[in-house]
Every structure is written in structure tokens, then in C-alpha cells.
């Protein structure tokens, strides 16, 4: 398969001579094909078609239409063509291939897996119909949960030309270069393989107010007559490589590179940079941050594929370059192209070889080691879509800068478009409100606990809402890769408080601490968490919790395989936890079955059980009583106005009778005291 032609290789355009049939048209626009000057050939095929008398020729012609413009990079005449072609039945499995390029080039995955799908039956040997189905479900998948990153066009800097490979030219990072084929270059030609004007560099520089300058050609001796482009620069931005691809008439010879130092507010005579020969292409530079290695792409021999990645490192004592080495970690049997090294280590690319959305896509390699690098990884969307991405430059070490692309809502054909990775914002916030009336909890307080040492605190106001979003200083409360506990408290203005919700004062009440659980860690994009809490009054009277069961008439803890009462038991012993200052009363009751004084004994023992299962646990014994209330204090249901004593009960049907006495036999607690301070000699609590 060709490699990809025109402004993706800018640069690696190697053609032959050309020299033009004059006997028939279809054989002039054959030969212009076979020069890769695709943009003559469209017209040539175009006129050739309704001369030629030949079917077999003239169906050959329409599919040589779609590929001209293919490699033009116009996909969307390219799949008119194609199409045209199927249904003339041009007898080449090639096209069913082409065709589904042109289609996932252009989003239209599902389509393209059609094509992709047919052509693996014709040709069940070639991997390309494997990767190619691979690539549009990845894509598909891409598309839908795309990256955090923001990408825009950046209007001022692009044409309705070929604008791409930018490039930071000063320290402070607010000019940029960048190759362009628009109007105003050096020579007056035009490339016959994509048939706009051969590129210059040009130069913009931005404003406080973020505006770009109209972009200006660089004067020679840069710019010249022929494609010159891809610029790049050392730290101290003083000198520029770039690269070159010389033409003569009739021919283009290989790409090379070049460099140049600035001389006061000049750029002095460029010079080559020598690899030894001439006969193949070289492009692309990129200087690490040390400034002692360069990375460039090349299609030399011994390479992986068409163009791979290599690099260079400098002498500083004999004052030159060594010897080329292939980055193996990176390269692919396609073409690797536009390498760019960032400050942390880390190569970024351009890359058809790896799995991608389109044509070209943007990837990363770590750093593994001294020269070695690997564990690539697609960019994914934004950043990669259908078309060709490429050209990556960031500014120093933020997650910000910008890149070639070619997509269809471009200002031309690439454009450059600006990238920034926003901050990821994360808030918490919630209500407070009694459990059992519902009402708001005003003033309590909320606090943040995280793993990473930080704590914050905030206090509900009178509709019990609370918030923790930014600081004074813009900093957050809550971090990336962080866990938080949440702690609520909130103390009454009553020693008592009325358990009846219709008759109670909030801010007479004090609560049980609440307590959650929240994380960031795994959340990529920004996020409000909501966490509310519902809070148990802690002076209003006995605090139910699950039920404790015991045997018939026994007061060991029931454990079966329908039931555990350690269970239960566990939720008592995390509200001690998480209120360490209060002492409770463990309170049994019984139903009215047996004499009292039997039902006073087995509640006392029954109320010890549940104290002892706590003590055991790690709980400070003197934070807590046990008592058994036998069958002295029935359960009141104050809602319903109901007191579950022997007589109401022995009243309701027989059905009912026994789950109303199982209402009687119940477990709770009571907080005596909220003052609690341990001693030296006391257990600590687990």
C-alpha cells in the first residue's frame, strides 16, 4: 500500500522524473499516477475517461479517480468514486480495502466495518481486514468515552490551506511557527502532488488578550521555492531545524534536514545535516530537553517499516552527531512520523502503524530507561478522530499546546488547533436532617478527613445544606487519587429533648456523629458528590438499632443460618466507634410471658450478653451499663398512640399476637452521658 502522500509527508515526497506521454490521455494520466502527482492525474483521468473506448480501461479509470483523491486526502469524493467503482464491478479486492479506509477516515465506522468485513473474505490471509474491523469497534468505543481534554481550532493561525507542525520558537512560549502552503510563500510553483502552493514557514505571536498575529512568511534564506517546513527548536530557542525537500523540474529529490542559529533578530544560511546520504528522506527533528539528542523520522534502510522514529546523540567535544539508532519501542511497519520530545522523557508521535481512529494518530511512549522507550499509548479522542493527527508540540511541562489535524470541520485542510487538559474540579455537598422527623439540622458541623492528611470543616446552614468546593485561594478541598472520610456531630442546646416530632426543637437536639465514605481515586473527569446524612437524636430517649435475638428463654446470642445477631450487635459497636465519647445503657425487655421476675432475670443477663460481646470487641467498659427492664416497659408506638402491654395485645387476632410480642422483645440503648474521657487503664477501642 502507498504510504500517505502530500502534507503528511511533506517532506518524504520522493518522486521520479516525469515525463509526459503525449499520445493518449490515458496513458499521460497513468504516468502522472505512477508519479505520485496525483492532483494532475484526476484532471488527466477525468478527460481520459470519455475518450477511452475500452471498458475494462474506463472502469479502471474510475477507480484510479478514488484513489487519486484518497491520497489527495479528499475522502469524500474518494468514496463517490469508489462507490462508482463497485458498482462498475472493477475486479480488484484492493478497492473493497480502499474503500473501507475512506470510510472510517470519514467517522463512518459502521460502515467502514461492512467493507472491512467483506474484504477479509476475499482476502482471509491479510491482517490488514482484522485490524482495520479491530480499529473501528476501538474507535467506536473511543468516541464514546473520550478524554478530558479540550481541543479548538485556533482560526487566526489557519487558512483554507494546509496549515500544520507548529512549533514554540521563544521561552516565554508565546510565538509560534508553523509550515503553511498558503498564499504568500517564497516560490510561485505549485506542487503538483496536492496542488497547492509549495509550504513556507511562517511565524505568529499572541497578545495578553490571547488573539493570535496574522501569520508571516519567514524571509530567506529559510523559506525558499521549495516545501519547507516542520520547524523545531532547541531550549534556548536560538537555533531552528527544519526540514526541506528540494525540487527540480519535473522532480522532487529525498527530504533532508537543516539548522540554523539566530543571529541578533536573523536567521543566518542554513546548513544540511549530514547522515551520510543523500538518497533517502529525513524530517521531522525534535531536540530533547538536554539538548544532546535528537529525534527525527526517516525512511533509511534497516527500519521497521516505512518511516520510523530514530534518534541521534551529540558530542559536545568533536562537535557532532553520531550515528543514527531506530527506536524499536515505537516503530511500527507503517510510518512513524513527527516525533516530539517532551521535558518529562516521554515521545510523543504520529503513527498509522499502532491501532488508531483514522489515518495518522497521535500516540505516547514512556521512558523505560537510558534510549529506551515503550508502553505506547493511543491519545484517543479529542485529541485523535477519523482523519490525520499529527504534529503534537506541549508548552514545557503543562498539559496544554497544540497539534496538526485534518477534519471535517475545519477552517482548510489541517488546521492547528489548540489542546489543554482543564483542571479536574471535584465538590461535596449534602444535606443533614433528622431520621425520624425529617426536619433540617442546622449548625452541625461537617468534617473532611482525607487520606492525604488534609482535614476541612464546614457547617450546615438553616436548610441543613453543607459544601466543600474552593478555598480562598482557589486551591480545593478535595484532591486527585484521594479518599475522604466525612464525620457529622451536632450538639443541642438540651441536656434533654422531646422525642415527639411534632413537638421538638432541632436546635434543642443533639445527634449521633453521622459518617461516609467518599473517594476521588479512579474518577477522571469532574464531579459533584452528594452525600447526605440522616442524623439519630441521641437525647431524646431510647435509640433502637437492628434487632439482637436470642433461644426460647435463653440469653446466648442467636447465630443460625437464618440469623445473626453479632451482626446487630456490630452496628452498637461502629456507633461507639465513630461517638467515642458517649457511655450508653444497654437496655432488654421481654414480652408479658412468664412470671416477672423470671422475665427480669433473663432481660438482665440477656442486656449483659450484648455488653460482654462489646467488651470483647475492644469497647471501653466503662462506657457501658447493662440493664434489664424485663416486662415492665412495653413498647410505646407514639405515632400510632399504641402501648403494646399484655392486655392490648391478647385484644388482636391470634395471627397477630405473636409478632406483636416480638415487638416486646426488643434490645436499645440509651446515651447517658456525651463527656466520656478514658483511662490509662482502660482498653482501647478497636
Not at 436 to 454: F, H, Q, R
Not at 556 to 574: A, I, M, P, T, Y
Request: aromatic share 12%; proline share 4%.
Amino acid at each position: 500500500m502507498r504510504v500517505i502522500r502530500a502534507i503528511l509527508l511533506f517532506f518524504f515526497v520522493s518522486l521520479t522524473t516525469i515525463s509526459f506521454a503525449q499520445h493518449n490521455l490515458t496513458k499521460e494520466a497513468d504516468e502522472a499516477y505512477e508519479n505520485q502527482q496525483f492532483f494532475n492525474a484526476v484532471d488527466l483521468y477525468k478527460q481520459a475517461f470519455s475518450k477511452e473506448s475500452k471498458k475494462d480501461l474506463k472502469i479502471k479509470i474510475i477507480y484510479r479517480i478514488g484513489e487519486c483523491y484518497r491520497f489527495l486526502l479528499d475522502y469524500e469524493q474518494a468514496e463517490e468514486w469508489y462507490e462508482k467503482a463497485e458498482r462498475a464491478k472493477y475486479d480488484d479486492t484492493e478497492l473493497e480495502l480502499n474503500y473501507a479506509m475512506v470510510l472510517k477516515m470519514q467517522g463512518k465506522y459502521e460502515d467502514a466495518l461492512v467493507h472491512y468485513k467483506e474484504y477479509q473474505q476475499l482476502a482471509p490471509s491479510d491482517s490488514r481486514a482484522q485490524d482495520g474491523i479491530n480499529s473501528c469497534e476501538q474507535s467506536i468505543e473511543w468516541q464514546s468515552k473520550p478524554t478530558n481534554y479540550l481541543v479548538e481550532n485556533v482560526p487566526q493561525l489557519n487558512s483554507k490551506f494546509h496549515d500544520f507542525a507548529p512549533a514554540f520558537a521563544d521561552r516565554k512560549n508565546q510565538t509560534l511557527m508553523f509550515a503553511s502552503s498558503r498564499p504568500g510563500s517564497s516560490g510561485s510553483d505549485i506542487d503538483p502532488n496536492k496542488g497547492q502552493a509549495f509550504t513556507d514557514i511562517f511565524e505568529s505571536s499572541v497578545d495578553r488578550k490571547g488573539k493570535w498575529s496574522t501569520p508571516k512568511p519567514l524571509p530567506e534564506p529559510i523559506n525558499t521555492k521549495h516545501n519547507d517546513g516542520a520547524p523545531s527548536f532547541d531550549s534556548r530557542k536560538s537555533t531552528m531545524y527544519f526540514t526541506r525537500c528540494e525540487s527540480e523540474k519535473n522532480s522532487v529529490k529525498a527530504c533532508l534536514l537543516y539548522q540554523t542559529t539566530l543571529r541578533g533578530q536573523d536567521w543566518e544560511e542554513p546548513t544540511k545535516i549530514e547522515m551520510g546520504s543523500d538518497t533517502f528522506s529525513v524530517g521531522h527533528a525534535s531536540m530533547n530537553a538536554k539538548g544532546d539528542m535528537m529525534f527525527f523520522s526517516s525512511d533509511m534502510p534497516g527500519g521497521q517499516g516505512g518511516k520510523d522514529i530514530y534518534y541521534m546523540t551529540y558530542d559536545s567535544k568533536a562537535k557532532v552527531w553520531g550515528e543514527p539508532v531506530n527506536v524499536e519501542g515505537v516503530n511500527t511497519t507503517g510510518d512513524e512520523l513527527y516525533p516530539f520530545s517532551h521535558d518529562d522523557g516521554r515521545l510523543f508521535f504520529a503513527s498509522n502503524g499502532h491501532p488508531g481512529m483514522g489515518g495518522l494518530d497521535i500516540f505516547s511512549a514512556n521512558k523505560l530507561g537510558p534510549n529506551a522507550w515503550g508502553k505506547v499509548e493511543n491519545m484517543r479522542a479529542p485529541i485523535n478522530g477519523p482523519g490525520h493527527d499529527f504534529g503534537i508540540v506541549f508548552e514545557g511541562n503543562k498539559n496544554r499546546g497544540f497539534f496538526s489535524s485534518i477534519r471535517s470541520n475545519g477552517k482548510g485542510y489541517a488546521d492547528i488547533y489548540s489542546f489543554k487538559m482543564p483542571p479536574i474540579i471535584y465538590v461535596l455537598q449534602g444535606k443533614v436532617k433528622d431520621v425520624e422527623c425529617g426536619k433540617p439540622v442546622a449548625n452541625a458541623v461537617v468534617k473532611l478527613i482525607g487520606t492525604d492528611g488534609s482535614s476541612a470543616e464546614a457547617t450546615t446552614d438553616q436548610t441543613g445544606f453543607y459544601k466543600f468546593d474552593a478555598k480562598e485561594n482557589d486551591e480545593r478541598f478535595l484532591a486527585e487519587n484521594t479518599s475522604y472520610t466525612i464525620v457529622v456531630s451536632r450538639k443541642g442546646d438540651a441536656k434533654k429533648a422531646s422525642p415527639d416530632c411534632n413537638k421538638t426543637v432541632i436546635a434543642e437536639r443533639s445527634y449521633l456523629n453521622g459518617r461516609g465514605q467518599e473517594t476521588t481515586i479512579g474518577i477522571e473527569r469532574s464531579t459533584a458528590f452528594v452525600h447526605d446524612f440522616e442524623l439519630q437524636c441521641l437525647n431524646c430517649g431510647e435509640i433502637r438499632f437492628p434487632k439482637v435475638l436470642y433461644p426460647l428463654a435463653k440469653w446466648e446470642l442467636l447465630v443460625d443460618e437464618r440469623v445473626n445477631s453479632k451482626d446487630s450487635l456490630d452496628f452498637l459497636f461502629q456507633t461507639l466507634t465513630e461517638n467515642p465519647t458517649i457511655v450508653i445503657e444497654l437496655a432488654a425487655h421481654t414480652d408479658a410471658r412468664d412470671s416477672d421476675a423470671r422475665n427480669q432475670i433473663l432481660s438482665q443477663k440477656r442486656a449483659q450478653t450484648c455488653v460482654d460481646y462489646l467488651i470483647e470487641k475492644g469497647i471501653d467498659a466503662g462506657r457501658l451499663q447493662a440493664k434489664g427492664y424485663g416486662e415492665s416497659q412495653p413498647f410505646v408506638d407514639a405515632k400510632a398512640g399504641i402501648t403494646y402491654t399484655e392486655a392490648y395485645i391478647n385484644g388482636l387476632p391470634k395471627d397477630q399476637r405473636e409478632a406483636a410480642h416480638q415487638i416486646n422483645r426488643r434490645t436499645v440503648f440509651f446515651v447517658l452521658r456525651d463527656d466520656f474521657v478514658p483511662t490509662s487503664s482502660a482498653p482501647e477501642n478497636n
